[in-house]
């Protein structure tokens, strides 16, 4: 089972335009992601800038129209993820149990959609998606 681990850091909402960790922070989260990478289970990671670097794409009445962040109404908004492999969301939870986040964080946990859980019409609308994921997967390996 996929998982995939969202850091929700208090605060990053507000976060000026390249707002970075500090290194002590940065090293402390290496650990864990290593401790992740032995473990066998880790698949991706990544940061993300804050959300005053970002945009948003709605769709209002069928028409794409774009907000430049930071985005006002924010209550949480994302700082990074880790994509897991393991097998229950148990296990998921005690992974994240062990991330050295700090008091102001929370790490969301949801598990990953599979094609095998949608019905067989889903399935069949969805025709192609795997090889999509592949490719994707390709690319980011070059």
Not at 42 to 47: I, Q, S
Not at 121 to 141: L, N, S, T
Request: glycine residues 10%; contains cysteine; proline residues 7%.
């Amino acid at each position: 089972m996929r998982f995939m681990m969202l850091m929700i850091p208090n605060g990053y909402e507000t976060a000026a335009p390249g707002t970075m960790p500090d290194a002590d922070g940065v090293a402390a989260m290496m650990k864990y992601n290593e401790s992740l990478q032995k473990a066998g289970v880790l698949l991706a990671l990544d940061g993300l800038h804050p959300p005053s670097m970002g945009a948003r794409v709605s769709f209002a009445g069928g028409k794409p129209q774009v907000t430049d962040g930071p985005f006002s109404e924010a209550k949480e908004v994302l700082g990074g993820y880790w994509m897991i492999q393991v097998k229950s969301r148990d296990e998921a939870i005690e992974w994240a149990k062990r991330c050295p986040a700090s008091g102001n964080e929370v790490i969301e946990i949801r598990q990953v959609q599979e094609m095998a859980d949608f019905p067989a019409d889903v399935q069949k609308a969805a025709a192609g998606f795997p090889e999509m994921q592949a490719q994707a997967r390709q690319r980011g390996k070059s």
